[in-house]
């Protein structure tokens, strides 16, 4: 028996031998049964699903992921946990997962920045990002950021400057609304030409649908793409 496995299995309570107790050996590696226990999770026998004891709230656990990815998800999905304040902190403030989520947020920004996105858009959304961590890729979640502080702009009202050639600028406007709404939603530089399938979904263009992997108007998940041009 691994040393660290051993030096937790004799700090177990007897509510957490309990606990330890419910889980199969033939689907759970002793070190991993051992440290669900020390959470608080119990194992019911269905798959590869825990529930707390805390909420008796349910969370499936992954193949080979540790005990913090699995307290991690439990978080996310049960936020109302009353888990004991320890356990709970030590989810989202995971050093290791932090690490990880800000250089992938770093090697992203010049390709937002290369597409037009001003810094401090990309600075807010990289923030709301790491504040709502899902299940998806965290570039798609980056992109359903930008997305969403992007259409936050464009439904901001403007002031309007004093008229002065009428129909000309009439006109203007018109053009410019239209140019507009063909942009992809994402960059607004290149015009959307692609259609999310099975949603049939037109906000983006081909260089940043390819980085999604849920469609950003109605996330659904993108089992392919039709390229397409707006007439």
Known sequence: MDE???AAYQTLTPDQEELKETY?????PLGLAVQLAILGFRYEGHGRTVRCIHCQGRTPVKENVGPQEVLIDHVR????CPKPIGSVAAAPADSREKEEVDEKLALARPFFLSKGIPLETLRRAEELTKRRRSAAP?????MHSVCELQRAADQTPEVSAPATS?????????ISDESSERLCKICYQ????????PCSHVACCVQCATLLSTCPICRSDVQGYMRIALQ
């Open 4 to 6: 660290n496995i051993a």
């Open 138 to 142: 965290i570039i798609a979640d980056l």
């Open 190 to 197: 290149d015009h959307m030409s692609v259609a999310f399938v």
């Open 24 to 28: 199969d050996a033939s689907v759970w």
């Open 166 to 174: 009428g129909l000309q600028e009439e006109s203007e406007m018109e």
């Open 77 to 80: 999905n049960h936020p109302g």
